[in-house]
């Protein structure tokens, strides 16, 4: 009797892609994430993973690029500003929860990448179009909103390093969950309030 093994198959090893990287990357999470359980997931080892990504921080940095690319930005719609900006908060507030660790390469400009800054720019455009802003308004109004909705964000939904978890919420986390749809409301509605700069 013989027992197949799974050995592998000599020749051209496992393609390593950027997409692939990535979805090993966010499979693991950005705080968990190591060169070795990359490759671990990728099927290849370390080494040829270093042919692809220099180093941790950069392996990160790529993860955290393709998850904001990724992201599906609401579109402005027909809903006014007001609700616009409400929906881009939800939204933001979603991906941040859904991604702990994403924070900083979203909040600090040496963790943002030029294809990153590219999307914010040519969604802050978009805005202003669709709501007949100056493009320096739509800038400031979703860059106050991201702002303060990811550190919020950060801080509400990954205490201790924990990952929020929806079906274990208790009451306390409900009362987090309504003070931050009130925190944030509160936000779009002064900013809006506030003169243009």
């Not at 390469?105 to 914010?120: E, S």
């Not at 455009?125 to 493009?135: D, F, G, T």
Request: proline share 6%; glycine share 6%.
């Amino acid at each position: 009797m013989t027992i197949a093994t799974t050995s592998p198959r000599p020749g051209r090893p496992a393609s390593i892609t950027r997409e692939r990287i990535a979805d090993a990357g966010i499979a693991l999470g950005l705080p968990a994430m190591t060169f070795t359980g990359v490759a671990a997931l990728l099927g290849v080892s370390h080494v040829a993973l270093y042919k692809h990504v220099a180093h941790l921080a950069a392996l990160k940095l790529l993860v955290a690029e393709e998850i904001f690319s990724r992201w599906q930005l609401p579109a402005p719609g027909e809903d006014g500003l007001e609700n616009y900006l409400l929906r881009f908060s939800a939204s933001l507030r979603a991906l941040v929860k859904s991604h702990p660790g994403l924070a900083p390469y979203l909040l600090r400009r040496k963790a943002t990448t030029p294809a990153m800054l590219a999307r914010i720019d040519a969604h802050q455009a978009q805005v202003a179009h669709a709501y007949q802003l100056p493009k320096q308004r739509a800038r400031w109004l979703l860059s106050t909103v991201a702002l303060h909705c990811v550190a919020l964000a950060d801080t509400a939904y990954a205490p201790a390093g924990d990952a929020w978890d929806d079906e274990d919420a208790n009451d306390s986390d409900r009362a987090i969950e309504a003070e931050f749809d009130l925190g944030m409301r509160a936000l779009v509605t002064g900013a809006l309030a506030m003169p243009a700069q």
